[in-house]
T-cell receptor, first 115, second 114 residues
Framework: DTGVSQDPRHKITKRGQNVTFRCDPI?????LYWYRQTLGQGPEFLTY????????KSRLLSDRFSAERPKGSFSTLEIQRTEQGDSAMYLC?????????????FGAGTRLSVL | AQSVTQLDSQVPVFEEAPVELRCNYS??????LFWYVQYPNQGLQLLLK??????LVESINGFEAEFNKSQTSFHLRKPSVHISDTAEYFC????????????FGKGTTLSVSS
C-alpha cells in the first residue's frame, strides 16, 4: 500500500491555459475526494466519487472545473481557462467503503501556480 | 451546515512545554471529529480521530484530544512538545457517516523552539 499518489507535484501555467491533475487512491478504496487549499486556509471540499459515480459537487466547483473517475480507480481534475484565483494546492483523499467511518487519507497534493 | 473554528492561528512554545490547540465546531447533526497535521510541502496526515465511544482519544506520538459535546469542542493537547512537532494542525468535522466532506478549520501553526 503506497498511499494516495498525486501527479504532478507542482504545475506552473499561464492564465487561460488548461491543466489536468491526476490522483491515484489507495488500492481498493472506493471513495475519492478532491479538496482545494489556499494560503492560510484549511482545505475546502470540491467533489466526491464513490467508485466511478460523482455523488457530490461543491459550489466552489465552477463550470471551468471537471473531475472524472472513469473506471473507479484513478481520478483526474481538469481546470479550463485557468485564472490567477485558481492558484492553490489541490489535494486528493481516499477512504474505504467498509468499516473506517469517513477516515480520509490524503496525498501530498498538486500545487498550481497561475501566472 | 457545519463549521470549525480554530481559535489560535499561531502558537509559539518552547521545547518540553505543554501545549493546547483549541477547536470548536458547530453542527446540527452527529459528527466525527479529526485532527490532521501538515508538515511543510507535505499532505495532510491523520493525527487522531473521534468516531464514537470514549471521549478522550490519543495518538501514538503523545497528542490527545477530548470530545466535549456540551461545549462543542475538540481541543488538542500534548504535555511536552518536541522541535519535530512544529507543523500546521487542522481540526476537521464531518457528518457521522462515510462518504461525506470534511469541513476544516483554518489551521493553527505550532512553532516549537529550543
Amino acid at each position: 500500500d503506497t498511499g494516495v499518489s498525486q501527479d504532478p507535484r507542482h504545475k506552473i501555467t499561464k492564465r487561460g491555459q488548461n491543466v489536468t491533475f491526476r490522483c491515484d487512491p489507495i488500492s481498493e478504496h472506493n471513495r475519492l475526494y478532491w479538496y482545494r487549499q489556499t494560503l492560510g486556509q484549511g482545505p475546502e471540499f470540491l467533489t466526491y466519487f464513490q467508485n466511478e459515480a460523482q455523488l457530490e459537487k461543491s459550489r466552489l466547483l465552477s463550470d471551468r472545473f471537471s473531475a472524472e473517475r472513469p473506471k473507479g480507480s484513478f481520478s483526474t481534475l481538469e481546470i479550463q481557462r485557468t485564472e490567477q484565483g485558481d492558484s492553490a494546492m489541490y489535494l486528493c483523499a481516499s477512504s474505504p467503503d467498509w468499516g473506517a467511518k469517513n477516515i480520509q487519507y490524503f496525498g501530498a497534493g498538486t500545487r498550481l501556480s497561475v501566472l | 451546515a457545519q463549521s470549525v473554528t480554530q481559535l489560535d492561528s499561531q502558537v509559539p512554545v518552547f521545547e518540553e512545554a505543554p501545549v493546547e490547540l483549541r477547536c470548536n465546531y458547530s453542527s446540527s447533526v452527529s459528527v466525527y471529529l479529526f485532527w490532521y497535521v501538515q508538515y511543510p510541502n507535505q499532505g495532510l496526515q491523520l493525527l487522531l480521530k473521534y468516531l464514537s465511544g470514549s471521549t478522550l482519544v490519543e495518538s501514538i506520538n503523545g497528542f490527545e484530544a477530548e470530545f466535549n459535546k456540551s461545549q462543542t469542542s475538540f481541543h488538542l493537547r500534548k504535555p511536552s512538545v518536541h522541535i519535530s512537532d512544529t507543523a500546521e494542525y487542522f481540526c476537521a468535522v464531518s457528518h457521522n457517516q462515510a462518504g461525506t466532506a470534511l469541513i476544516f478549520g483554518k489551521g493553527t501553526t505550532l512553532s516549537v523552539s529550543s
